[in-house]
């Protein structure tokens, strides 16, 4: 909590609901099928804070009984980056709330003997940067990765980034908003630490294998609780 009032651009969904989903996200006995479905019903939570600030303009609309005042979206519309690969799994619950926002890709996979981020990949819109970014994230563990990504976003002129992220380590948080003071992080939860190998703890496990189904998961069990999800 401490952590929380140092960082005035950190900010976590306080919401029972995504209590609640996260909950299930963290269960490794949560299939597949199951895990992504959660994370893109945390991901509208997310998105319905990060664009609580975007513009309005007043215009004027015709219902079937009358003419009326009303508000639209001002501006271009946002940019969602996710960083691969684990970012795209997040992606859904954003454009089912905005389904025109713009989609980029940023290549960062880290490094999982230094930790270090290893940029691979950078695609945004030619206009990227008359646009607000939203970089996508489930985790910011170091916060290496989320760092370099702003970084070289930045690079493209861009003035308004935004980032969202399932969950966040201290250490992440304090990387994160020290490099980059001008950015709102919005998280779903504040976990406790990092691991001896950069994982959080306690985490959810590898968010990138868990939602692509990459690695063995030796904890599934056919016949369980989550038969139905397969
Ligand atoms: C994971 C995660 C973040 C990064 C977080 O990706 O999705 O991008 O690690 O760690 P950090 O805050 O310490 O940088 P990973 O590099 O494992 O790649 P993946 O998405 O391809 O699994
Ligand atoms: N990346 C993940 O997928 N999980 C972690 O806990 C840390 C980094």
Known sequence: MELLMNYKN?????????KHKITYIRDKYTCKKNFKELV???GIFLAYEVTRDFPLIDVEV????????AQILAGKKPVLVPILRAGVGMLDGFLKIMPSARIGHIGISRNEETLEPEAYYCKLPVDASQRTIILI??????????????????????????FMCLIAAPEGIKKFCEAHPDIEVYAGCLDEKLNEKGYILPGLGDAGDR???TKPTPYMQPLGVNFLGY
């Open 62 to 69: 015709e219902t079937p009984l009358t003419k009326t005042k």
């Open 137 to 162: 994230d489930p985790m910011l563990a170091t916060g290496g990765s989320a760092a370099a990504a702003a970084a070289r976003i930045k690079e493209e002129g861009v003035k308004r980034i935004k």
């Open 10 to 18: 950190f900010h976590v969904i306080d919401h029972p609901l995504v």
């Open 40 to 42: 893109d019903e945390v």
């Open 211 to 213: 939602l692509c189904g």
